[in-house]
Nanobody
């Protein structure tokens, strides 16, 4: 069983920055891939980026390339998402997730079995 808790969301002006954190607890020994997703009203949940335990980062969503960075601190069991140059279209609920044993790290939400409650990010213009 894995528990994930996100934090760091909030309201910022366009062009600002936020760093999201995801604290993982429980049995994480079989978790080899963690990712960030986001969802805004009326839209499908979107994969932002994911990272393997080895540190290899899978491709970012085109909409966030060059602005967002995923990273992890294994000693603290924490996943991060640094978000810079934020735009109003980045407004969404952001979730961290752990992949299923058979789930591809480069895939969408269906391949991830454990989810946090989410943290809201609102970017104003």
């Amino acid at each position: 069983q894995v528990q994930l808790v996100e934090s760091g969301g909030g309201s910022v002006q366009a062009g600002g920055s936020l760093r999201l954190s995801c604290a993982a607890s429980g049995d994480t020994r079989s978790t080899i891939c963690m990712g960030w997703f986001r969802q805004s009203p009326g839209k499908e949940r979107e994969r932002v980026a994911a990272i393997l335990r080895s540190g290899v980062i899978t491709s970012y969503a085109d909409s966030v390339k060059g602005r967002f960075t995923i990273s992890q601190d294994k000693a603290k069991n924490t996943l991060y998402l640094q978000m810079n140059s934020l735009k109003p279209e980045d407004t969404a609920m952001y979730y961290c997730a752990a992949a299923r044993p058979w789930g591809p790290c480069s895939g969408g939400p269906d391949g991830f079995g454990y989810w946090g409650q989410g943290t809201q990010v609102t970017v104003s213009s």
